[in-house]
């Protein structure tokens, strides 16, 4: 972090910001650009607040040098993370996955009919929500426990991994009862830091989607929390964010993709459903994810859509998203050379 001293800024001035940074426990170095004086502060620097400083008199600007999201970032760990999510299924370090399913978990037969579909169409992972984190309080709310059985038994017939999303500390432990593979944290909890660093102490393989307003310095923050707390099996997933445009149900914001990946060695999916909300945009959205580096997809999928409880407007059929799947990973293998170039190949 350094601190940029005003022009002609006194000794007395200069003196009171070096004793802050001995408060803080940090040393630091002294040096001149023209008539500025620029004090480096040296050592870890993540609980010192840019603020603290940038009140004191004289000091003219403070910039951080090194970022708050330390255990996420590439300087960190350059290498590429990958996440084992069960039964053979990797994230990541040059392994791309499609996560599908439904919205919402409805039946035991409507899920078995979509599992046996995403199986069928080259799906690596079984997703579908137990508890969902509805916009009205008066809408289908998820069968709760009962939901989970159901993921259970299917993974027990398809052999799918399961993502499922978990909206309160309370179910951690239904969660781990009934063997959820991957605990899904939605775009409305991204920033639920007591959520998070329950589900740090769990292990369990974390899909973290960015907030709907959230920005990228902010997410990856979210996901510090998770990495800083002893889990570092943390997928990261763009579902889109909240923009003026109303054309679509969110935008798209497909530049995170190649910019997270320079960031952080974290794997990241891209979610062409929420970004989207309709299903003949899905295809086009996933193809552009795909082709911005992602290293994986998770689709909205039902045996039938029309009949959904949830989100029936962006839910694809089978024959959808087996077409989507096959042109995904090609055109994830096309851009392969050109993403790796972004961050020295992930030094894989
Ligand atoms: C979901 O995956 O069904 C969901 C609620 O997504 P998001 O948290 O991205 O809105
Ligand atoms: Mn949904």
């Not at 500025?36 to 403070?62: N, W």
């Not at 899905?282 to 989100?311: F, M």
């Not at 029936?312 to 799947?325: F, H, N, P, S, Y």
Request: with cysteine; aromatic share 6%.
């Amino acid at each position: 972090m350094i601190v940029y001293m005003k022009r002609g800024a006194t000794e007395e001035q200069i003196k009171a910001v070096l004793r802050r940074i001995e408060e803080y426990g940090n040393s630091y170095n002294i040096d001149k650009e023209g008539e500025h004086v620029l004090i480096g502060i040296r050592g870890d620097t993540r609980a010192v607040s840019e603020g603290v400083f940038e009140q004191l008199p004289g000091v003219a600007r403070v910039i951080r040098v090194s970022p708050t999201w330390k255990e996420v970032s590439r300087e960190f760990k350059p290498k590429d993370t990958s996440v084992d999510i069960g039964n053979g299924v990797k994230i990541g370090g040059g392994h791309f996955a499609v996560i599908a399913g439904p919205c919402a978990v409805e039946s035991y037969e409507q899920l078995i009919k979509t599992a046996e579909v995403v199986k069928a169409a080259g799906g690596h992972a079984l997703r579908g929500g137990a508890f969902k984190p509805r916009t009205s309080p008066y809408a289908f709310q998820g069968l709760g426990e009962e939901g989970l059985k159901y993921l259970k038994m299917a993974k027990e017939s398809t052999g799918l991994p399961i993502v499922t999303e978990i909206i309160a500390i309370n179910d951690i432990e239904l969660f781990l009862k009934y063997d959820v593979d991957v605990f899904q944290v939605g775009a409305r909890n991204c920033q639920n830091y007591a959520l998070l660093k329950e589900l740090a102490k769990t292990g369990k393989p974390i899909l973290l989607k960015r907030g709907m307003a959230t920005t990228i310095e902010e997410y990856l923050n979210a996901a510090e929390y998770l990495l800083s707390h002893g889990n570092s099996n943390v997928i990261l997933c763009e579902r889109g964010i909240r923009t003026f445009e109303t054309a679509s149900r969110n935008t798209t914001d497909v530049n995170a993709i190649p910019i997270i990946k320079q960031l952080s060695h974290l794997p990241i999916i891209g979610d062409p459903s929420h970004s989207t909300g309709k299903r003949n945009l899905v295809a086009s959205i996933a193809y552009a994810l795909a082709g911005a580096g992602c290293d994986g997809l998770i689709i909205e999928a039902h045996y039938n859509p029309l009949l959904a409880k949830t989100d029936a407007d962006q839910q694809v059929d089978g024959e959808e998203l087996k077409r989507i799947i096959k042109k995904s990973i090609a055109i994830r293998d096309i851009v392969e050379e050109d993403v790796s170039k972004l961050y020295n190949g992930g030094t894989k």
